[in-house]
């Protein structure tokens, strides 16, 4: 219990940030058309790889003859990288089919 | 940590919310998510670049740089290259890989802490982002990988009797496995118990999706979205890095709730998505003239197409079948075809055709299809009475008077689209396989309706040639 508390203690100004971004996350999200429900999820997705930002940190910090940090700190930042690039360019591609279309009638194919 | 890298941490805080904020207007979205790419460019940079003293270059950074390279090479070809339709699924593969990075993070955090005893006296504080992110981004990657094969159909639904029980039953393990983790740092038990934990998260990420049927994955996949996020966040508490804690947690309560409004479309609880798995109850009896309705009556090309022409109003219900078949265009063409003949065609959306909510909107918009012709369920739905032709393309359980009528159905309370009001309905199908809930559908064996069979680009491709023809 103590253990929590001075969790707690330690996280404040980190756990007051937490609890306000859970109500912005909520603001954001309460009143968005369905139609849109696709790419914001799949925004919401690429913006999470900003847990990126840890697997270059920790492979930074590895040491110089700790193989397998190393070799696990670079699939990190792989895969990392994957969720960013990955995520944003999937949302890019099914937002760019919302743009205002000029022309009338007649499909492409 | 220097200054100059708080403020850009900050700099990319504040485009994560303004993105997200963006993302959720039609006309913004592009620039929002343009936004969102911009605060992460930024803070990656940061973290390269800035150290403790000003600019100083990170260690490691050619090792780092490559791995980014073939990150961005992999990512960016995949992303292009994936068709509209399995979109989904990459969604899901992505989220995946953001679970799986924390999860490494996590395993090499605690390597080398406990290596050094350097835990023991950290404490708990900095133990539970470290456990916590293992767990959850553990679970998050195996269920993300397993809702991946369940889209694109190389995995099955899997479930046995006391499935919860079990599932409670491991999570309880993981946070006793976890609890002696901590419990005994730096003993072999503690290394026992760490590797425990992370054995039963995958057991536990395997256990959790298998179960919940193929029409669920979106909700499922939202889900283990905001999980992700959580991980995320995890590594800002141990980091102390604030646009890691603002992104992950904007993530995750961002993602619980577009979990629950995609629940709400479904009429169903979450809880309901997660145990009651949409069962397989009735997948007998998919013959041409099973069912209790009589037999089905078949329809040609020809007469459709004269339905249509001389019809003054129809509904188009897309859905699943349309996505597979790329029938979008041709859908559009058909469309545009009877609006110039005098017709008034509308698209009905039900909020969950296709495997993910507004799948159909990006699809038909992808094939130039305007926004006033999609109308929500809710809208449409009073209109069915006075619709002349209602074509199906590849819908299935959205339209299920089971739905309705049975309530032993598994897909009873989904609220439906009312098609069997309108004077005719035409349903472009394959064969009379069922459903992804696996069932079969009554409103076939309704008299009104006639099946025209085939894939669905190609009859719609026929209907716009005999249309034309008339």
């Known amino acids: 219990m103590s253990e929590i508390i001075q ?3 330690e996280n404040i100004n980190f756990i007051y940030l937490m609890v306000l971004m859970i109500f912005v996350g909520i ?5 968005v058309p369905s139609v849109l429900h696709t790419p914001l999820m799949s925004g919401a997705n690429a913006i999470h790889g900003v847990v990126l930002i840890g697997a270059i940190i920790v492979l930074g910090k590895a040491g110089n003859d700790d193989y397998l940090s190393l070799i696990l700190g670079f699939l990190g930042v792989v895969v ?3 969720n960013v690039v990955g995520g944003f360019v999937v949302t890019d591609r099914m937002l760019e089919m919302f743009k205002k279309k000029p022309k009338a009638p007649g499909s492409k194919s | 940590m220097s200054h100059i890298l708080e403020i850009v941490y900050l700099i990319g805080s504040i485009s994560f919310v303004l993105g997200l904020k963006m993302m959720g207007q039609p006309d913004t979205a592009r620039k929002g998510n343009a936004v969102a790419a911009f605060g992460m460019g930024v803070s990656v940079l940061g973290t390269l670049f800035i150290g403790e003293t000003g600019f100083s270059v990170i260690p490691h950074i050619g090792l ?4 980014i390279s073939l990150g961005v090479v992999v990512g960016t070809v995949m992303a292009k290259r994936v068709q509209m339709t399995a979109m989904p699924e990459m969604v899901s593969l992505f989220n995946g890989m953001g679970g799986l990075c924390a999860a490494l993070i996590s395993m090499i955090e605690w390597r080398a802490l406990s290596g050094t ?8 504080a900095h133990y539970l982002p470290v456990i916590a992110g293992l767990i959850i981004g553990t679970v998050s990657f195996v269920g993300s990988m397993v809702a991946w094969g369940k889209l694109n159909g190389s995995l099955g639904d899997f479930r046995f009797k006391g499935q919860q029980f079990i599932n409670m039953m491991v999570l309880l393990a993981i946070l006793v496995a976890s609890g002696l983790t901590f419990v005994f740092l ?5 290394i026992m118990g760490f590797f425990g934990t992370l054995a039963l998260s995958v057991v536990y990420g395997l256990l959790f999706v298998f179960p919940i049927g193929g029409a669920d994955m979106p909700v499922v996949i939202s889900l283990l979205n905001s999980f992700t996020g959580v991980a995320a966040a995890c590594g800002g508490f141990l980091y102390h890095n604030n646009v890691m804690l603002m992104g992950g947690v904007l993530v995750g309560s961002a993602g619980t709730i577009l979990t629950i409004v995609m629940c709400q479309a479904m009429n169903r609880s979450l809880t309901n998505v997660l145990i009651g798995a949409v069962g397989n109850s009735s997948s007998s009896g998919s ?3 099973g069912g209790k309705g009589g037999s089905v009556r078949e329809v040609q090309a020809t007469d459709v197409a004269i339905m249509m022409k001389y019809a003054s109003k129809v509904v188009i219900v897309p859905g699943y079948g349309l996505a597979v078949a790329q029938a979008q265009h041709v859908c559009h063409e058909l469309e545009s075809l009877l609006e110039s003949e005098g017709v008034d065609v509308k698209y009905a959306i039900h909020p969950v055709a296709g495997r993910m909510p507004g799948h159909m909107n990006v699809l038909l918009a992808e094939s130039n299809v305007s926004y006033d012709k999609l109308v929500e369920m809710e809208h449409i739905n009073p209109e069915f009475g006075t619709t002349d032709t209602v074509l199906i393309v590849g819908a299935n359980d959205v339209v299920n008077p089971a739905a309705k009528t049975d309530p032993a159905s598994p897909i009873y309370g989904m609220p439906i689209l009312d098609v069997d009001q309108s004077k005719q309905i035409v349903v472009l199908k394959r064969s009379m396989k069922s459903g992804y809930a696996g069932i079969d559908n009554e409103l076939f064996f309704n008299p009104k309706c006639g099946m025209l069979f085939g894939d669905a680009k190609d009859s719609l491709q026929k209907l716009v040639n005999e249309i034309k023809a008339l």
């Open chain 1, 80 to 82: 990392g990288t994957l």
């Open chain 2, 64 to 67: 780092i740089l490559s791995a």
């Open chain 1, 7 to 9: 969790f707690v203690g």
């Open chain 2, 287 to 289: 013959g041409s003239s």
């Open chain 1, 27 to 31: 603001e954001l999200i309460s009143h």
């Open chain 2, 117 to 124: 005893g350097e835990l023991q006296g950290l404490g708990f």
């Open chain 2, 186 to 190: 730096g003993a072999d038990l503690s």
